[in-house]
C-alpha cells in the first residue's frame, strides 16, 4: 500500500520556484545548476533582472541535460524538476500546473521585473512559493521578498560570504536561507520534500496542529512580551510551518522543543509572524478618495493652533505613512497654503520601524508612485534607491507601538489602519476598531484595507466612500470603551528584560541609568549650560546633578521605554511608603488610586511615546491605601540611537484631590 505522505506523483507539481539572477551570477548559477538532476517535486522558472542578463544565464542553462530544461511556451504543463527559461521580454507565471507567458513591452525605470515575478509567484503559488535570489538579482527583489513570505513561502539568498554587506540586506534578512551557491540546491531540495509532506499531513489529518500552534505562541509571548493568541490560526500555522520546514522539524514537537532550545529561532518565528507586505499607494483608488473626500476637508479644519494629525497604525515598513503625508502635502500645496502635519506612524515590528523613519527605499519602489510626487518628494541616493524629501520626513514619528496593548493616540483627525484587522479574530479587530474610535476627534476619519470592514461597530461611522473603505466617525456617538484590558493588560506574558536582535533596546540598555537622569535634568533646568560650556565643565556639573536627585525635595522616578520603573529617588520612598527595590521592575500603575481619570493615561501616552513631555495632576495612593496627588512632568529622554529609551518623571506633592 502506498503511504499517502510519502507518494509522490510524478506529473505533479508542488512548488514553484523562481530562480532569480543577473549576468554577473553566471559562475554561481554554473555552480548551483550544475549537480541539477531534476529530483525534486518543484518546477523552476527563472527570472532574469534585465533583458540584457537573458543571453548570458541562457548559455548556462544550455549546458544542462536538454532533458530537464526548456525555453517556456505558454500554456504548456509545467513538470517537476525542469527547469524554464522565461523568453527575453516575457514574465513568466504557473497557473493552474500551466506556464503563462505575457509580454513585457518595455523595462521600467529601476526595472522591478523581479519584484513583479515574485508578487505574481506569491499570488499564484501561496504558500508553494520559493524564491531564489542570487547575489545580483538581491536588490530588484525587495517588494517581491515580502509577497513571497508574507503568504508562507520560502526565501533562499545566494552569498558566498555571510559576512558579506549583501547577507546583511533587508532582503537577506527576511530570508530563511543566506547559503554559497554550492549548498543551495540540497537544502531546496530538503525543504522541497519536507514541506510536500507536511502540506498533505495536514490535509489529512486538518486539526492536529492547533494545540501545538497555541504552545508556540506561548513560547514566543514569553520571550517577547507580544501575544498572538487571538491571531487567525492559519495565518500562524503557514509562518510555523515554514520555519518547520526550514529545520526539517519532524513534527510539531520537534519543532516546539528546538524553540525551548533556542532562543534565536523564537526571534526568528516572531519577525515572521509579524511579517507583511506593503506599498506606496497601495490600492491606488482608495488614495485618490482619500485625497479627493477626505484630505480637503482635514486642510479645511486645519487651525492656526492645532496641527493636522493622522496615525497610521502597522506602518511595517513606513510606505503606507509616507504616502499620506505626500497626499496631505499635495493637498497643502494645490490650496496654496501651510498647516501643520503630524504623522504618528507606528508599528509592532521595531526593527521595520527602524528601517521606515530612515525613509530610504529601492529604486524598484517608482513603478508604485505616481510621477508628480515621485518628481517632488523624493531625491536619488547614490546606490540607485530613493530617498523620501527632508520635509515630508519631518512631518513623521515613528514608534514602536502594539495597537493590543499600549494606549492608542488621541485627538486624531485621520486614523489609517490598512491590511492588519485581516490577521486578528474577529472579537479583537472589534476591540481595535473600538480603540480608533476612542482615537478620533469628533468626526475624524478612519482608512482601513481593502478586505477589511467595521464589523459590527459599523453604524459609529458613517461611510464616505464604502468601496475604498473611508469612514467617518459619527458624531455624538461613544463607542463601546475599549475595555480595561486592551489599553492597561497586565503584560500576561513577562517579557524578557532584553529583547534579543533589538538594536534599539541594547542601545538603551547601554546608557547608566544615573546618565539618563543627569542628561535630563540638565536638558531641563539648564539647557544654556548644555550648549555652551566646555565638556569639563560639563561633566562637573553632571557628578553635582546625581547627587541633586538624591537630595532633592522634589520625587523623581525613571522609567524604561516599555514603563518599567528603573529608579526612584529618596523622596519617592518618603512619601509613597514603597521601597526602591518593591518597585523596581514594576509598573507605575502601582501607584494609581481608582479615583484617577481613566482617560488620562491615554493622553499621557500619546504625548509621551511621540517624544513630547507631559504635564499634569496624578491622583496616587501610597503603599498603605493613603490618596496623595502630586503635579508632574514627564519627559521622554533619547537613547543614542534616537529612540526614546527612557521617561524621567518629576513631580511635587500638592494638596488634594
Ligand atoms: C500587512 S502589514 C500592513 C502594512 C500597511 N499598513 C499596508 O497596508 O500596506 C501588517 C503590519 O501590522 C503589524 N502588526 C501586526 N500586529 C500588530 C500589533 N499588534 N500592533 C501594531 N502593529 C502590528 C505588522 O508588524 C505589519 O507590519
Known sequence: MTDPLTSVDSTTVSHVIALCAAAADAPALTACLSAWTGSITAAVVVVVRAQGDHAAVAAILARLDPALTAEAVDGAAAAPGRIYLCPAQSTVRVVAGRLRLSRRDREIVGDPHIDVALSLLA?????????????????DAFGGTYAVKEVGGMVMVQDENAKSAGARSEVALLADYVLPAKSLLMELQGYVEHHRRMRKARKVAPEVDDDGVERVVSII?????????????????????????????????????????SPHEVIVLYREMLIGVTRFFRDEHAFVALRARVIPQLLARAGAQEPIRVWVAGCATGEEAYSIAMSIQDGLE??????????????????????????????SVVADIPPHLLERFFTRTGDSGYQIAKHIREMLVFAP???????????????????????????????????????????????????????DLASYFSAVEGKWRLYQKTPGLRAPPPSDELFHEVHRFRPSPQRPGH???????????QEVINQSLLREFLPAFLVNEPCEVLHESLRLLSLVAECMTSIAMVTGADGSIRYVNRRFV????????????????????????????????????????????????????????????????????????????????????
Not at 123 to 139: K, M, N, P, R
Not at 238 to 259: E, F, G, K, N
Open 503 to 513: 538594536p534599539t533596546a541594547a542601545a538603551a540598555a547601554g546608557d547608566s541609568l
Open 123 to 139: 499570488e499564484d503559488q501561496g504558500t508553494g512559493a520559493i524564491a531564489v535570489l542570487f547575489a545580483g538579482a538581491v536588490s
Open 221 to 261: 509571548g514569553s520571550h517577547t512580551g507580544v501575544d498572538f493568541r487571538d491571531y487567525q490560526k492559519t495565518t500562524l500555522l503557514r509562518r510555523i510551518q515554514r520555519r518547520m520546514s526550514v529545520h526539517r522539524a519532524a513534527s510539531m514537537v520537534a519543532y516546539i522543543d528546538l524553540l525551548q532550545q
Open 334 to 363: 494645490d490650496l496654496g497654503t501651510h498647516a501643520e502635519i503630524k504623522v504618528f506612524a507606528t508599528d509592532l515590528d521595531r526593527e521595520a520601524v527602524e528601517f521606515a523613519s530612515a525613509g530610504v527605499y529601492p529604486a
Open 574 to 657: 518618603e512619601i509613597s511608603g514603597w521601597s526602591a527595590d518593591e518597585v523596581i521592575g514594576g509598573n507605575p500603575r502601582l501607584l494609581k488610586s481608582p479615583d484617577a481619570d481613566p482617560r488620562q493615561a491615554a493622553e499621557l501616552w500619546a504625548a509621551i511615546t511621540t517624544g513630547n513631555r507631559w504635564q499634569g495632576r496624578f491622583v496616587n495612593r501610597t503603599k498603605s491605601g493613603a490618596t496623595f496627588c502630586e503635579d508632574a512632568v514627564i519627559i521622554p529622554v533619547l537613547g543614542r540611537d534616537g529612540m526614546v529609551a527612557n521617561y524621567l518623571k518629576l513631580s511635587q506633592v500638592v494638596p488634594g484631590p
Open 401 to 455: 507601538h502594539n495597537i493590543l496593548k499600549d494606549p492608542p493616540f488621541y485627538k486624531i483627525d485621520l486614523v489609517t489602519c490598512r491590511n492588519l484587522l485581516i490577521y486578528l479574530q474577529p472579537a479583537l479587530q472589534r476591540k481595535v476598531l473600538s480603540s480608533f474610535h476612542f482615537a478620533l476627534k469628533s468626526e475624524g476619519f478612519l482608512m482601513l484595507g481593502m478586505s477589511e470592514s467595521l464589523g
